[in-house]
């Protein structure tokens, strides 16, 4: 499929231009570029789960699919900067629940997953504002502040996917 390339590619140039940051002592940028490449790989994962249980019908989840892999890209490319990566992570919750919003339209009630996809935008949403306020009022160093909250959303990502994982381990 021409997403399945799509993701290959972002993937590939990921590796190929920061793949060496991977080994540089642990900073913010390195943590960031760490999350984005957690987040595309496993929403790699859960897109073949879901396109293959519920194809594209019409173009508008297709689109969403490309601006997803543009969010991620623009992430990497700017991945020394939090703000742009939190940013990014907002945006993709929320096309992550329009694309499941799309598919409950395109297939049914029960289709998608809706309900995890809300409470992950509000976590996000929870996080980024949280984030943004502590950042703002308070004399707490950004450098901790920014682990802290990195640390937050592998550990959102990690337990969202591990909950999809047990949830379709248990339907099979």
């Not at 957690?38 to 297709?62: D, E, M, Q, T, V």
């Amino acid at each position: 499929m021409f997403i399945d390339i799509l993701y290959a590619v972002v993937v590939g140039e990921m590796i190929f231009t920061y793949g060496r940051e991977l080994f540089d002592p642990l900073t913010i940028p390195t943590l960031a570029m760490v999350i984005v490449y957690i987040a595309i790989i496993s929403s790699w994962l859960f897109w073949h789960r879901a396109i293959s249980r519920y194809p594209h019908k019409n173009p508008s989840r297709f689109f969403i699919d490309i601006i997803v892999l543009v969010t991620y890209l623009l992430m990497m490319l700017d991945h020394s900067n939090p703000d742009t990566v939190f940013l990014g992570f907002v945006i993709l919750y929320l096309l992550f629940l329009v694309w499941d919003l799309l598919t409950r339209i395109e297939y049914g009630a029960g289709a998608g997953r809706l309900t995890s996809s809300s409470i992950s935008l509000v976590l996000v949403l929870f996080i980024a504002i949280i984030r943004h306020l502590l950042l703002n009022f308070t004399q707490i160093s950004s450098t901790i502040l920014n682990s802290i909250f990195l640390f937050l959303l592998i550990a959102m990502i990690v337990i969202s996917q591990e909950k999809d994982i047990a949830r379709v381990s248990h339907k099979s």
